[in-house]
T-cell receptor, first 112, second 110 residues
Framework: DTGVSQDPRHKITKRGQNVTFRCDPI?????LYWYRQTLGQGPEFLTY????????KSRLLSDRFSAERPKGSFSTLEIQRTEQGDSAMYLC??????????FGQGTRLTVV | DAKTTQPTSMDCAEGRAANLPCNHS???????VYWYRQIHSQGPQYIIH???NNETNEMASLIITEDRKSSTLILPHATLRDTAVYYC???????????FGSGTKLNVKP
């Protein structure tokens, strides 16, 4: 069972650097979601793709954040000019249409 | 915005049933109730979901009141590995945009 895969699992970066995370959804899942989770809080919705189309973006997704899903398969989330407040766990999930979403193990970002 | 209310934490003895309550008094007629759990440092794990009827799967049972204003997640025989934060979520719309809230921290004790 190949679930949702995220890479890397951990990333430490210096403030001001750009970082990119990758998410590989479950095969055949047409919907993909990005969430962010800070310490002690529940995950917060960031954005959602159906196939390659980005259909909704949270206002949490500032202009330093960009997400893509170019061929409707894997997705990338890029953060430009990272800030200490970007330190969080970035979670990816996928689903087949309206069915339940399955989450990956997340990428933990630490900005120093 | 939060649409559910859950206790902050609960304890349960190993081997006993864990009953986790959730209030969702403003739920609309076509909104589903979902339960996820998150074990420390892992991604959320899907447990179960329902609309009106009670549901059961290999992990848990979901009991939804007739007026749909509250529900209970039941883990029939809790083990130490069930120690986690449990999130009750009302799904708005037809895609998985969830507001997780703070959840209930379930501590299963030997």
């Amino acid at each position: 069972d190949t679930g949702v895969s995220q890479d890397p699992r951990h990333k430490i970066t210096k403030r001001g650097q750009n970082v990119t995370f990758r998410c590989d959804p479950i095969s055949e899942h047409n919907r993909l979601y990005w969430y962010r989770q800070t310490l002690g809080q529940g995950p917060e919705f960031l954005t959602y793709f159906q196939n390659e189309a980005q259909l909704e973006k949270s206002r949490l997704l500032s202009d330093r954040f960009s997400a893509e899903r170019p061929k409707g398969s894997f997705s990338t989330l890029e953060i430009q000019r990272t800030e200490q407040g970007d330190s969080a766990m970035y979670l990816c999930a996928s689903s087949l249409d309206e069915a339940e979403a399955f989450f990956g193990q997340g990428t933990r970002l630490t900005v120093v | 915005d939060a649409k559910t209310t859950q206790p902050t934490s609960m304890d349960c003895a190993e081997g006993r049933a864990a009953n986790l309550p959730c209030n969702h008094s403003t739920i609309s007629g076509n909104e589903y109730v979902y339960w996820y759990r998150q074990i420390h440092s892992q991604g959320p794990q899907y447990i179960i979901h329902g609309l009106k009827n009670n549901e059961t799967n290999e992990m848990a049972s979901l009991i939804i009141t007739e007026d749909r204003k509250s529900s209970t997640l039941i883990l029939p025989h809790a083990t130490l590995r069930d120690t986690a934060v449990y999130y009750c979520i009302v799904r708005v719309g037809n895609f998985n945009k969830f507001y997780f809230g703070s959840g209930t921290k379930l501590n299963v004790k030997p």
